[in-house]
């Protein structure tokens, strides 16, 4: 499996135990065949309908699958205008991680990895935790202990074993680099090329469910960007093969009490800025200072001609309410994305197409925990 560094051109033959490139950069897949749609396994309702897409080689096809992916694309109204609900946290787990870790597990299974870290605030550890139940794979995963009480619940139940680290999000990270550097396999939903790969095939999904046609805008929360940058890498490789015309205007969503990339991207900054890691906000999955994969985020938005939005803790919480109201319960760090729909409004023709990302249920963070 051919890889490249997009922080230094590296181009190497991907190794597990070399989970970063030594610039510090985070690797991707550097040979993408062209999108053939020919390929497209239509009588499959999950991501392996786009197994003859992606450039990995499994030895059993597919080895660690609960079902992952083709999610429904749900037409909803808010604020008075019409938008698609992309609803990412119809998955095995419940969230959007699902999509890039069941193929990442496959592929960690099929080279006979029995033993994986990973570090979380709660989502990819229960998707891991999962997968790893599901392939009789050992998993450990670091979260902080403020994370919520049900998501720590439900990666326990699976079966990983959950050590909680006291204090900011990066602690639990700094925790499991520990591990890691000692020969731990990281099954890591920040730096596995084969778990970016995959989340390409969501665009891929909103084009077919759109009769194959793009919307005009596609908005996401910001963490580690891995569904950011799965979105804008999708649409590439369709706009690579000629079967679109343009990709969709991307829209990245933070909580203004963490909002790196709107600052950086907002404000046109040659350098990463530095925030407060200890900010707190209701959005406790987006609490992510220096996501690795910086620098293809910013080149993910300007090449997208697309907009960073920061919201406030009043406007996550009233769009989490009125979400519900509409019948979608999804958890506050889900709920960005629709806060943000109301500056949104603000540009936008109300012609234009917008899908937005619903990423994680609300069963999973009861405002209450
Ligand atoms: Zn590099």
Not at 171 to 187: C, F, I, L, P
């Amino acid at each position: 499996m051919k890889i490249f560094c997009p922080d230094c051109g590296r181009t190497t033959e991907f190794d597990y135990k070399e989970w970063h490139c030594s610039c510090g950069g985070a690797w991707e897949l550097a040979e993408q065949k062209v999108f053939d749609m020919s390929l497209i396994a239509s009588s499959l309702s999950s991501l392996w309908r786009y197994e003859k897409l992606l450039p990995i080689e499994l030895k059993e096809q597919p080895s660690v699958s609960l079902g992952a992916g083709w999610t429904p694309l749900m037409p909803a109204e808010y604020g008075g205008r019409k938008i698609l609900l992309k609803l990412e946290y119809r998955m095995p787990t419940a969230s959007f991680k699902d999509r890039g870790v069941e193929v990442m597990m496959s592929y960690l299974h099929s080279i006979d990895v029995r033993h994986v870290v990973e570090d979380s605030s709660g989502n990819a550890g229960a998707s891991v935790a999962a997968y790893a139940a599901r392939a009789g794979i050992k998993a450990e995963i670091y979260s902080p202990a403020h994370a919520s009480k049900a998501k720590l619940a439900q990666i326990a139940i699976y079966g990983a074993k959950v050590h909680t680290v006291a204090g900011a999000r990066i602690k639990a990270t700094r925790a499991v680099m520990k591990v890691v550097k000692q020969g731990a396999v990281y099954a890591s939903h920040a730096y596995h090329p084969v778990y970016l790969l995959a989340q390409q095939t969501a665009a891929w999904e909103v084009w077919e469910q759109l009769g194959f046609k793009i919307p005009d805008w596609y908005v996401v929360p910001v963490g580690q960007g891995g569904k950011l940058l799965g979105i804008w890498l999708g649409f590439r490789r369709l706009l690579a093969a000629g079967l679109i015309e343009k990709i969709p205007r991307l829209v990245a969503v933070q909580p203004a009490l963490l909002a790196p990339l709107c600052e950086a991207f907002n404000q046109n900054l040659a350098k990463w800025p530095i925030t407060n890691p200890k900010a707190t906000s209701v959005a406790k999955g987006l609490a992510i200072t220096k996501p690795v994969r910086w620098k293809r985020m910013l080149q993910a938005l300007r090449e997208s001609n697309g907009k960073c939005i920061a919201v406030s803790e009043e406007e996550i919480l009233s769009a989490h309410k009125k979400l519900a109201k509409l019948s979608f319960y999804v958890e506050p760090t889900s709920a960005v994305v629709v806060a943000a729909l109301r500056h949104l409004f603000a540009v936008v023709n109300p012609k234009e197409t917008i899908v937005i990302s619903l990423t994680g249920s609300g069963l999973k963070s009861p405002l209450s925990q």
